[in-house]
């Protein structure tokens, strides 16, 4: 088959189970890829790394030359924004969140993350079989994020809805017409950013400790936020906070119940968990694309691209890369020298990243007691739609 056709065939539900084959294709045929909608697909570690880390690439839809009005009229999150924008935007969120102006707020929440593991273990006491991800892998992101918003319990339930409007609106693949999916994302967008603009309004003057207290309260008038960008920044902290962190739980369980081997060891020596999690994040990240678009006409590798050309860079593929990483195919939870692009690279590199893996160590630490003789009840479980954010929908497994 063609090779302008990869990215159709990775957004292909059918490839959604694995699609790394398609990855060893892209790159053999790489490193530029035109595709048949007029993209330029890359799968090739050097050459994301250097795209990655280089200026005259935007992470701008507004800078694609097929842009659509929607795309130039809606403000986009910083993390499809440019320095300086971007930079601005991001130094702004990390001020309450990590160094140097908060640099005790992720490590202080150890405790209660394990606290709420601990509470979701303790439910799944005495039961024959769970879904990881409703029962465990889903529950304690959202947990954990609605707690460092200072979102109220009973409204956590809320986010779930919305999240996962948004996040299909926000996949990649080239479909047709995503008028309809494109519009109710928007929607899901202005419901959720009202309901945390609202809620930070109602700690104005009266701060309770958590970031949205941080946003509205911070007293100095050239680090504040506008409205505007209070609701995007939190809608992609809430997403970015707990949906990929979702993934890398229950990919993690799936990979490890696929290695009985490699799980019985982590059971022996669980001070290998943090490198098993950076493993992890190489070997089934829970971000496989990324777009950038050229600000300019670029070389890659002696490929010309267009500027404002969309250009899908296949981190997943990159993490694989038999050019970076020795036998990459190989899940190895003591792999030296992992550089992998499971939180991106470059100035967008995953800020949240420091507590999304405090989330998978202590929750795999948790759970590695529990699957001594634990089973896959369905292999390959049911995927979710999203090609660009890939992890089960459901993972169903006996204890």
Known sequence: MASETLLARISDYANRPDPYPLYAELREAGPVVRQADGSCLIGTYHEIAALLHDPRMSAEPRSRTDSSSSEETRRPPFLRLDDPEHHRLRTLTMRPFGPPHSPRRVDAMRGEIAHITGELIEALRD????????????????????????????????????????????DIGPEEDTTERDKAGLQARQEMGRYLVDLAEQRRGRPTGDMLSDFINEPDPALRLTVEELAETTILLFIAGHETTVNLITNGVLTLLRRPDELDRLRREPGLL??????????????????RIPLADIDVAGTTIPEGTSVIL?????????????????????????????????????????????????????????????????????????????GPRHLPIHL
């Open 127 to 170: 039961r024959e079989q769970i879904d990881v991800v409703d029962d465990f892998a889903y529950p304690l992101p959202i947990t954990v994020i609605c707690r460092l918003m200072g979102v109220p319990r009973e409204d956590e339930a809320l986010f779930q809805g919305w999240t996962d409007v948004i996040v299909a609106s926000a």
């Open 274 to 291: 943090p490198r098993a999690v950076e493993e992890l994040l190489r070997y089934e990240p829970p971000v496989h694309m990324r777009e």
């Open 314 to 390: 296949a981190l997943a593929s990159g993490s694989r890369d038999p050019k970076r990483f020795h036998e990459p195919d190989r899940f190895d939870p003591t792999r030296p020298d992992n550089e992998h692009f499971g939180f991106g690279s470059g100035i967008h590199l995953c800020y949240g990243a420091p507590l999304a893996r405090i989330e998978a160590e202590t929750a795999l630490g948790a759970l590695l007691p529990h699957l001594g003789t634990a089973r896959l009840v369905q292999d390959p479980p049911p995927y979710r739609q999203n090609a660009m954010l890939r």
